[in-house]
């Protein structure tokens, strides 16, 4: 037997979910939909986001990428996330070409992946220049992994101390933190910290270990353990801005369920924006078709999807992405 979250967790999300719905509104000037990003500012953002990973890198002659971004804030979207760890710096400095130009346009997220202070300010001070900005909107902490990992990032001597000083230097307007797949450790950061933002793995699969240590104790019948159910409902309470990654699973979903509803599963969800890396032209302009035609799924059909989709693929994603961090 399958069993799932709480009823009243379950209704706190639906709640969520239906004031996230109700407050999206579309953009007169590209019909994309927007949507406020929890406590941050005033501005929206697209709910589709151009994911600058991995899938970005792709596009190895430098022309081409940035011909990808262009046309991604031509056709709406506004959000573009990027960190050090693309390509050692090469993403960050690709979106910088563009941002000399369309700054204004743009939510502009990075991250960084180093856990002490100093390490991390050299990085960061790089990525600037880099990204040819003298601010970004959103600076992460990038894919938290285990207890220990957390500590490192809360030390005395650690990164997040660091972030907390450019928040209010006004170098980052807003800090948060990702994770790939260990929802019961990014509770516990949300929880004992002051984040502004969080990313994480969100997707119809219901990625995310049992284990909150990082071990490998997973139940594939247990539906319950996954970002949804575990790190979700404290970033509503705390009214922090939401990005769901891994919409697709790094691909293992594709071919599994229709596209499209793979997006509108994430997007139906009480957040801000779906992350998602598009590597060819074509993938750019049928993400924002779809991000165009987004109905919120109702909730026995979410239902429905989730635990078929989850019951089959779960456990192999929550392995898979149990080392992960999209370089």
């Given at each position: 037997?399958?069993?799932?979250?709480?009823?009243?967790?379950?209704?706190?999300?639906?709640?969520?979910?239906?004031?996230?719905?109700?407050s999206?509104?579309?953009?007169?000037?590209?019909?994309?939909?927007?949507?406020?990003?929890?406590?941050?500012?005033?501005?929206?953002?697209?709910?589709?986001?151009?994911?600058?990973?991995?899938?970005?890198?792709?596009?190895?002659?430098?022309?081409?990428?940035?011909?990808?971004?262009?046309?991604?804030?031509?056709?709406?979207?506004t959000?573009?996330?990027?960190?050090?760890?693309?390509?050692?710096?090469?993403?960050?400095?690709?979106?910088?070409?563009?941002?000399?130009?369309?700054?204004?346009?743009?939510?502009?997220?990075?991250?960084?992946?180093?856990?002490?202070?100093?390490?991390?300010?050299?990085?960061?001070?790089?990525?600037?220049k880099?990204?040819?900005?003298?601010?970004?909107?959103?600076?992460?902490?990038?894919?938290?992994?285990?207890?220990?990992?957390?500590?490192?990032?809360?030390?005395?001597?650690?990164?997040?101390?660091r972030?907390?000083?450019?928040?209010?230097?006004?170098?980052?307007?807003?800090?948060?933190?990702?994770?790939?797949?260990?929802?019961?450790?990014?509770?516990?950061?949300?929880?004992?910290?002051?984040?502004?933002?969080?990313?994480?793995?969100?997707?119809?699969?219901?990625?995310?270990?049992?284990?909150?240590?990082?071990?490998?104790?997973?139940?594939?019948?247990?539906?319950?353990?996954?970002?949804?159910?575990?790190a979700?409902?404290?970033?509503?309470?705390?009214?922090?801005?939401?990005?769901?990654?891994?919409?697709?699973?790094?691909?293992?979903?594709?071919?599994?369920?229709?596209?499209?509803?793979?997006?509108?599963?994430?997007?139906?969800?009480?957040?801000s924006?779906?992350?998602?890396?598009?590597?060819?032209?074509?993938?750019?302009?049928?993400?924002v078709?779809?991000?165009k035609?987004?109905h919120?799924?109702?909730?026995k059909?979410?239902?429905?999807?989730?635990d078929?989709?989850?019951?089959?693929?779960?456990?192999?994603?929550?392995?898979?992405?149990?080392?992960?961090?999209?370089?």
């Open positions: 037997m399958i069993t799932g979250m709480s009823t009243s967790r379950r209704e706190f999300l639906q709640t969520a979910a239906a004031l996230t719905l109700a999206t509104e579309i953009n007169a000037a590209t019909g994309m939909p927007m949507r406020p990003f929890g406590r941050t500012t005033k501005r929206n953002v697209s709910i589709l986001a151009f994911g600058c990973g991995s899938r970005f890198l792709m596009y190895k002659e430098e022309d081409k990428a940035l011909a990808a971004i262009n046309r991604a804030l031509d056709l709406g979207i959000y573009l996330d990027t960190a050090f760890s693309y390509g050692n710096g090469l993403s960050e400095e690709r979106v910088g070409k563009v941002m000399a130009t369309r700054r204004s346009e743009v939510w502009l997220t990075t991250k960084i992946n180093k856990r002490n202070g100093d390490e991390a300010m050299k990085i960061i001070e790089a990525s600037m880099r990204l040819q900005t003298d601010h970004v909107d959103l600076l992460h902490v990038h894919a938290l992994m285990d207890e220990e990992d957390l500590k490192a990032i809360e030390a005395p001597d650690g990164v997040l101390k972030l907390y000083q450019l928040r209010d230097q006004k170098v980052a307007h807003n800090i948060g933190i990702t994770c790939h797949h260990n929802p019961g450790v990014l509770k516990m950061a949300l929880e004992h910290n002051d984040f502004d933002c969080t990313q994480m793995a969100l997707n119809g699969a219901l990625v995310g270990m049992k284990n909150v240590t990082g071990g490998m104790d997973i139940n594939p019948f247990d539906m319950s353990h996954s970002f949804e159910s575990v979700l409902p404290v970033a509503l309470k705390k009214k922090m801005g939401v990005t769901a990654m891994k919409i697709f699973g790094q691909e293992k979903l594709v071919g599994k369920a229709p596209l499209d509803k793979l997006v509108h599963y994430s997007m139906s969800l009480p957040v924006s779906a992350v998602i890396g598009m590597p060819k032209m074509e993938q750019i302009d049928q993400n078709g779809i991000a035609a987004f919120p799924l109702p909730k059909e979410m239902k429905h999807f989730s078929g989709l989850a019951e089959q693929h779960k456990m192999a994603l929550d392995r898979f992405f149990a080392n992960h961090e999209d370089a």
